[in-house]
Protein backbone atom coordinates (compact mmCIF):
# COMPACT_ATOMS: atom_id res chain seq x y z
CA UNK A 1 0.00 0.00 0.00
CA UNK A 2 2.91 2.69 0.70
CA UNK A 3 4.43 1.81 -2.64
CA UNK A 4 1.34 3.16 -4.25
CA UNK A 5 2.03 7.38 -2.59
CA UNK A 6 4.98 8.07 -4.74
CA UNK A 7 2.71 7.05 -8.08
CA UNK A 8 0.13 9.07 -7.19
CA UNK A 9 1.51 11.70 -5.96
CA UNK A 10 3.37 12.02 -9.23
CA UNK A 11 0.23 11.58 -10.88
CA UNK A 12 -2.19 13.90 -9.05
CA UNK A 13 -0.92 17.14 -11.02
CA UNK A 14 -1.96 15.36 -14.45
CA UNK A 15 -5.21 14.89 -13.20
CA UNK A 16 -5.93 18.05 -12.46
CA UNK A 17 -4.56 19.06 -15.52
CA UNK A 18 -6.96 16.80 -17.51
CA UNK A 19 -10.10 17.85 -15.33
CA UNK A 20 -9.27 21.25 -15.84
CA UNK A 21 -8.54 20.49 -19.77
CA UNK A 22 -11.88 18.68 -19.75
CA UNK A 23 -14.36 20.56 -17.45
CA UNK A 24 -12.46 24.31 -17.13
CA UNK A 25 -12.26 24.45 -20.53
CA UNK A 26 -15.55 23.33 -21.50
CA UNK A 27 -17.03 26.12 -18.72
CA UNK A 28 -14.82 28.95 -20.22
CA UNK A 29 -16.25 27.86 -23.55
CA UNK A 30 -19.87 28.17 -22.47
CA UNK A 31 -19.98 31.14 -20.30
CA UNK A 32 -18.01 32.72 -23.90
CA UNK A 33 -21.06 31.48 -25.62
CA UNK A 34 -23.62 33.28 -23.75
CA UNK A 35 -21.17 36.05 -23.38
CA UNK A 36 -21.64 36.73 -27.05
CA UNK A 37 -25.20 37.60 -26.37
CA UNK A 38 -24.01 40.81 -24.79
CA UNK A 39 -22.58 42.18 -27.75
CA UNK A 40 -24.45 45.06 -30.05
CA UNK A 41 -25.54 42.72 -32.51
CA UNK A 42 -29.13 40.88 -33.63
CA UNK A 43 -29.36 37.70 -31.70
CA UNK A 44 -28.83 35.12 -34.09
CA UNK A 45 -25.39 36.71 -35.43
CA UNK A 46 -24.47 37.07 -31.81
CA UNK A 47 -25.50 33.03 -31.10
CA UNK A 48 -23.43 31.96 -34.34
CA UNK A 49 -20.38 33.79 -33.33
CA UNK A 50 -20.61 32.78 -29.88
CA UNK A 51 -20.85 29.43 -31.22
CA UNK A 52 -17.85 30.01 -32.86
CA UNK A 53 -15.91 31.55 -30.42
CA UNK A 54 -16.99 28.92 -28.17
CA UNK A 55 -14.76 26.19 -30.17
CA UNK A 56 -11.31 28.73 -30.09
CA UNK A 57 -11.73 29.30 -26.70
CA UNK A 58 -12.22 25.71 -25.49
CA UNK A 59 -9.20 25.08 -27.75
CA UNK A 60 -7.08 28.23 -25.91
CA UNK A 61 -8.26 26.76 -22.48
CA UNK A 62 -7.07 23.37 -23.01
CA UNK A 63 -3.42 25.03 -24.61
CA UNK A 64 -2.99 27.18 -21.68
CA UNK A 65 -3.75 24.76 -19.15
CA UNK A 66 -0.84 22.53 -20.14
CA UNK A 67 1.28 25.12 -20.52
CA UNK A 68 1.01 26.51 -17.50
CA UNK A 69 4.10 26.23 -15.08
CA UNK A 70 1.89 24.12 -12.62
CA UNK A 71 -1.74 22.59 -12.02
CA UNK A 72 -2.63 26.17 -9.40
CA UNK A 73 -1.36 28.10 -12.09
CA UNK A 74 -3.76 26.94 -14.88
CA UNK A 75 -6.77 26.53 -12.39
CA UNK A 76 -6.05 30.41 -11.89
CA UNK A 77 -5.89 30.99 -15.51
CA UNK A 78 -9.30 29.24 -15.82
CA UNK A 79 -10.21 30.86 -12.97
CA UNK A 80 -9.25 34.43 -14.16
CA UNK A 81 -10.38 33.77 -17.71
CA UNK A 82 -13.94 32.91 -16.54
CA UNK A 83 -14.24 36.38 -14.63
CA UNK A 84 -15.01 39.20 -17.06
CA UNK A 85 -17.09 36.69 -18.71
CA UNK A 86 -18.74 35.85 -15.99
CA UNK A 87 -19.75 39.33 -15.70
CA UNK A 88 -20.90 39.31 -19.45
CA UNK A 89 -23.09 36.72 -19.59
CA UNK A 90 -24.80 37.71 -15.73
CA UNK A 91 -25.92 40.95 -18.21
CA UNK A 92 -27.55 38.94 -20.58
CA UNK A 93 -29.40 36.66 -18.15
Known sequence: MMSLIGP???AAPVASRIVAALFGGYALAALGSVAALALPMSKPQAVLTGML???AIYAAAVV????A??????????????????????SVW
Open 64 to 67: WVFA
Open 69 to 90: RSALRAWAGLLAAAAPLLLAAW
Open 53 to 55: ASF
Open 8 to 10: VRR
